[in-house]
């Protein structure tokens, strides 16, 4: 059912890793949520979300408000 959702699956590669890791060094979020990050600016993309904690990251990243 997932499948049929018009979302793209992406794997994480080294430039994903290294933005990863930058963002986790430098803003208080989880490393999933770092790697969700860094797959958004990677790939262009906008993080859809109803998580407070990406509030942290609004400057380096577009995020879609859910439930708000």
Aim: no cysteine.
């Amino acid at each position: 059912m997932i499948k049929e959702w018009p979302i793209q699956f992406v794997e994480t590669d080294e430039s994903i890793g290294i933005v990863a890791g930058k963002i986790k060094a430098n803003k208080a979020v989880s490393l999933g949520d770092a790697f969700a990050i860094a797959t958004a600016i990677e790939k262009g993309a906008e993080v859809v979300t109803g998580d407070p904690e990406f509030e942290k990251v609004t400057d380096d990243v577009s995020v879609f408000w859910i439930n708000r």
